[in-house]
């Protein structure tokens, strides 16, 4: 099956600066990689995600890119606030009904104003 | 629409006790499922479903039961709790379109 990691476990920059946070998968076959967002105490959030017909795609502060070749897809956040401190987790499964969401285990940003 | 309401929030248990969780959505997915969530562990699915009366294991299914009567609702069941099971559970369905997973609140398990 799918098995999808992240690191660093955390990460921790200062207000206003980038963050980049990677992922890696081994099912070549995947094709659609989200990145849920879960503040503390509360439930996951989908933030983005991105199809493997395309390389990149932003949301105004934050994008993801997708590289297949090597199986990885990193998310970017630019000009960080202290409410982008959270658990960002990344994920990635083949589409169709009966396929499943395979999640790498977190990372926590923190955010130092 | 109240999207996916999980109850309760939370609940201690005994060793041995059961239990059913519930969840329930208003949006008509086809798809509902449950995660567990422990400290450095992530987000692993447990069982899912593709639709009424279809149920399936996830990664970590041992101890626990679902069944699928509507698409509605999708209880979770611990059959005999274990300190193990001591975790943060959350239901989640998708949309079959844009395959956003919609999370409910999450319930917090502990088993003494």
């Known amino acids: 099956g799918e098995n999808v990691e992240q690191h660093p476990s955390t990460l921790s920059v200062q207000e206003g600066d980038s963050a980049v946070i990677k992922c890696t998968y081994s099912?070549?076959?995947?094709?659609?990689f989200p990145w849920y967002k879960q503040e503390l105490g509360k439930r996951p959030q989908l933030i983005i995600d991105?199809?493997?017909?395309?390389g990149e795609k932003k949301d105004q502060r934050i994008a993801v890119t997708l590289n297949k070749t090597a199986k990885h897809f990193s998310l970017h956040i630019t000009e960080t606030q202290p409410e982008d401190s959270a658990v960002y987790f990344c994920a990635a499964r083949v589409t169709g009904a009966n396929s499943k969401l395979t999640f790498g285990k977190g990372i926590t940003l923190s955010v130092r104003p | 629409n109240a999207g996916v309401t999980q109850t309760p929030k939370f609940q201690v248990l005994k060793t041995g006790q059961s239990m059913t969780l519930q969840c329930a959505q208003d949006?008509?997915?086809?798809?509902m499922s449950w995660y567990r969530q422990d400290p450095g562990m992530g987000l692993r699915l447990i069982h899912y479903?593709?639709?009424?009366?279809?149920?399936d294991q996830g990664e970590v299914p041992n101890g626990y039961n679902v069944s699928r009567s509507t698409t509605e609702d999708f209880p979770l069941r611990l059959l005999s709790a274990a300190p193990s099971q001591t975790s943060v559970y959350f239901c989640?369905?998708?949309?079959?379109?844009?395959?956003?997973?919609?999370f409910g609140s999450g319930t917090q398990l502990s088993v003494l």
């Open positions: 989640a369905s998708r949309d079959q379109v844009n395959e956003k997973l919609f």
């Open positions: 949006m008509n997915h086809e798809y």
């Open positions: 479903s593709v639709g009424a009366g279809i149920t």
């Open positions: 099912d070549s076959a995947s094709n659609y």
């Open positions: 991105i199809r493997s017909n395309v």
